[in-house]
């Protein structure tokens, strides 16, 4: 498969790469409520609060890093696929930074991996858009009509070209072995329920 090409806003040519399943799940359409109306209560309250994050950031979209801000803060289940304490502290305190310095560079942008319109319309940027979705199915394939904490991340640790996966890198975690161990936790989760 060949990637295409396209122009930036300031007329640059930029090739694009084949797209991931999570870049075509938000090429089929934004999240809405459909997506939003499949995630467990917890999940739900989870992805309220990352939209007051960016409302309260300036930001004009929900992206990767509000989501996983918020299921850091929030979520047990999320914090414990962690090495450790002080690895979820340092991942707090790069997302902390994200409105006084670090994410500067993402504000006035969408997350935006190349492969999918630059605007959804509804709130999510192309790349959360397709995340969500992504967390759905994972749900999906165990057997659960609502998406957790822990399918939400799984679906942004396995989304290369996000802000998400960027933070987690420059904390210094390991996203292969985290996707490894978050598997671990959906292979133990179908046996419970089986």
């Known amino acids: 498969m060949t990637g295409c090409r396209r122009a930036d806003e300031v007329g640059v040519v930029q090739h694009r790469l084949p797209h991931s399943p999570h870049q075509q799940a938000a090429e089929r359409g934004p999240v809405g409520p459909d997506v939003e109306a499949r995630l467990s209560a917890e999940l739900a309250a989870m992805v309220a609060s990352a939209r007051r994050r960016a409302l309260r950031d300036g930001d004009r979209q929900i992206d990767t890093a509000h989501l996983l801000h918020t299921l850091l803060e929030s979520d047990p289940e999320v914090r414990e696929a962690f090495e450790s304490g002080p690895q979820v502290a340092r991942l707090l305190g790069y997302l902390v930074q994200r409105s006084i310095g670090y994410g500067l560079r993402w504000q006035s942008s969408v997350e935006d991996s190349g492969a999918v319109p630059t605007v959804t319309g509804d709130g999510w940027s192309p790349v959360a858009a397709g995340v969500m979705a992504a967390a759905y199915g994972r749900a ?55």
């Open 140 to 194: 999906v394939r165990r057997g659960d009509p609502f998406a957790d904490g822990v399918d939400l991340l799984a679906a942004l640790v396995a989304e290369p070209e996000s802000r998400a996966v960027e933070v987690l890198g420059r904390a210094g975690v390991d996203v292969r072995e985290l996707l490894v161990r978050l598997d671990g936790v959906a292979e133990r989760r179908r046996g419970l329920e089986a």
